[in-house]
Every structure is written in C-alpha cells, then in structure tokens.
C-alpha cells in the first residue's frame, strides 16, 4: 500500500471499527490524565463488539520495563493479527499513524511479544513487560526508483522522490531503508510514555546510545533492565524493531520534559 494511501486506511478504520479480517470493534475515546501532571491523554478504547478477549491472559503481573515495536504492516491488519482469537500474541496499545492510540485491553494484564527466543524467557520478560506497537511497515527493499515491502513487489510503498516517507541508514540487520515515523506519532508515544512510566512507577530510563540496538548480554542483564527499551534489544536475529529510523532522541527528550 502506499504511503500516501494510508491516511484514509486508517480513517477508515477509525469510521467503521472493522479491521482487515472482517473483525468488529466498538471505538470509544477516553481521556485520562498523566498521573503527577496537568497533561491530557487520548486513548481510543478498542474492544470486540462481541466482547471477545481470548488473546491476552487476565493476569496481573508487576511491570518492570516498556518495550517499543513497530508492527511491520497497516493499521486494519496490525489490528486484526494482534487481536486473532485464542493466539495470544497481542500489545496494550497501538500507535496509528495519524497519532491515535488504540488500547484493546488493560495494560496491567499481559500477552505474549516478544516471541520464543526472547533473551530471559518470552513468559517472563513478556508478562513483566508492557507493549506498545507503533503502526509502521518496517524496513523497506529499493528497486528501481520505487521502494516496495518485503511482502511483494506490487506493494509499492513510496518512490525515491517522496524522501518524508523512508530513510537510509547505515545497513542494520542487513537492511538499509526503512519507513519514517510520522511526527503525529512521536507526539503520542512520547505521551503515552510519560503515562505509562507514572502509572506503573516504571523509571525513564533508556539504554545508552551504544547498547540501543544491541541486544542485552543475558537473561539477568533483561531481566535487571527497568526502563523503555524494544524488541531488538530481546531478539539477536529475526526483529528489526523498533529499527534504526526511530528518533530516540526526540522520543528520550519529550519523556523528561514537563
């Protein structure tokens, strides 16, 4: 799909409550205020319309650490795979493009994220982590003067001209070009961030600049970790999220900033 086709995607979405598997959804928006501030938060609860929550586990589990994703996709289908009954691979929340954070189930439960060989253990470190998934189809592959998936050829994501919607970056994990972030987003996350760190008295801290694309050394370095980190710092090969597009700067800054 391309970039510039992904507003009315996600508007769409937002209009009909009805994700790419033909899933329904009852949208409802609730604001809520980031605990020790004046700050306003949106969440757009996003619930089965027939009460559906087969893929999460009702169990509350202390929350040591945050981890950031990207979905490797588009809104209809992030909503749809990370919502399939019975599987239990599913997030909290997740971050449209237009900025709109959808939040399927309470954050004090959990489900699995991070995939079987996550470095401490996928039930651990999933269960004590919380997951935010950001809407954005990853790393893209240049061909000719287009950039298409890795999904097909035909699904061309954005031309050469159209640089807002990819960087190059030096080749990470054996890619080079990756979708961009839309500043709708960063805005979002960053409160989102601020809410989740207060609620869950989760301390902002993040990796240092050296270690925020490595993975950690051990299962005790995950497990000691308390803080926002993401899903490559668990996985050595296989994920390239949050990926090297992602500005954590902005992201570290407007965490601190009141």
């Keep these: 799909m391309k970039a510039t ?8 979405f937002r209009d009909t409550g009805i994700d790419s598997f033909g899933k329904k959804f009852i949208l409802t928006p609730e604001t809520v205020t980031i605990p020790g501030e004046k700050t ?8 089965r319309d027939n009460n559906d929550d087969s893929f999460y586990y009702k169990e509350e589990v202390p929350k040591k650490r945050i981890v950031l994703h990207f979905t ?11 919502t399939t009954p019975y599987y239990h691979v599913s997030v909290p929340f997740i971050v449209a493009r237009s900025g709109d954070i959808y939040n399927p189930w309470a954050s004090k439960y ?3 994220h991070l995939g079987a060989e996550a470095i401490g253990g996928n039930s651990e470190m999933s ?4 997951a935010i998934e950001i809407s954005n189809i990853g790393f893209l592959v240049k061909d000719g003067k287009n950039f298409h998936t890795i999904y097909s050829k035909d699904d061309i994501y954005c031309s050469q001209t159209e640089k807002t919607y990819y960087a190059e970056i030096p080749t990470y994990r054996g890619q080079k070009y990756y979708a961009t972030f839309t500043i709708a987003q ?3 996350l960053i409160l989102l961030l601020r809410y989740l760190t207060a609620r869950y008295n989760i301390p902002r801290t993040f990796l240092p600049s050296e270690k925020i694309f490595e993975t950690f050394s051990s299962a005790g370095e995950a497990a000691a970790f308390s803080g926002i980190c993401s899903h490559v710092n668990f996985r050595p090969t296989g994920k390239w999220d949050i990926g090297p597009a992602f500005n954590w700067k902005k992201v570290t800054f407007g965490v601190w900033k009141k």
């Excluded at 086709?5 to 769409?12: D, M």
């Excluded at 490797?72 to 990370?82: E, H, N, Q, S």
């Design 5 to 12: 086709s992904l507003y009315q995607h996600e508007k769409t």
């Design 40 to 47: 306003k938060l949106t969440l757009i609860d996003c619930r």
């Design 72 to 82: 490797a996709g588009y809104l209809k289908g992030d909503i749809a795979t990370l």
């Design 110 to 112: 959990w489900s699995y």
């Design 127 to 130: 269960s004590s982590s919380i």
């Design 186 to 188: 960063y805005n979002s």
